[in-house]
């Protein structure tokens, strides 16, 4: 597995380049072995984001909340194409700068009256949303891809995957 590339910390890419964090929306139909025409436009995008030089990476926790369902429903053929899309891809590990900004932008969602979650869940959205956060912080050009930007874009740039060009 390809960790993202670093430089001057745990979070930062430091290339020349767009970084777009894959929320679980479009990693799902990533993971896909079937042609849909869902999944089919999905890789067609993805593809054409490497090729015009931005940096894809996967966020631990969205790979979470796929792998979680693929084991689930024993989808072993998905849970492969996870497991190779994250040797072609970069992949970025949840770790305590992650959670600390995460607990921040939940408190802070709550405190303006726009929590993104129910109060007892985990709240995936402000970990991958922090995650973007730090990238952010150390200079990167960040946005989240995702199938509802509607709860990230309250903390980062976000953008339904089909709408980042």
Wanted: net charge neutral; hydrophobic share 45%.
């Amino acid at each position: 597995m390809k960790a993202a590339p670093h430089a001057a910390n745990a979070y930062s890419t430091k290339i020349m380049s767009r970084t777009i964090l894959l929320d679980s929306g479009p990693l799902g139909p990533l993971c896909n072995p079937l042609s849909t025409p869902y999944s089919d436009a999905c890789n067609k995008w993805a593809q054409a984001r490497l090729q015009a030089g931005d940096s894809v990476i996967i966020s631990e926790v969205a790979d979470f909340e796929v792998r979680r369902e693929l084991l689930r429903a024993s989808k072993t053929r998905s849970v492969q194409k996870l497991d190779d899309l994250k040797t072609r891809l970069y992949f970025l590990p949840i770790n305590s700068p992650t959670m600390l900004r995460a607990a921040e932008l939940w408190a802070r969602a709550r405190n303006l009256g726009r929590p993104t979650a129910s109060d007892l869940s985990l709240d995936a959205d402000v970990i991958v949303a922090a995650q973007a956060s730090l990238l952010i912080d150390d200079g990167d050009d960040v946005i989240i891809a995702t199938s509802n930007p509607k709860h990230l874009s309250i903390f980062v740039p976000a953008a339904r995957w089909q709408d980042i060009l």
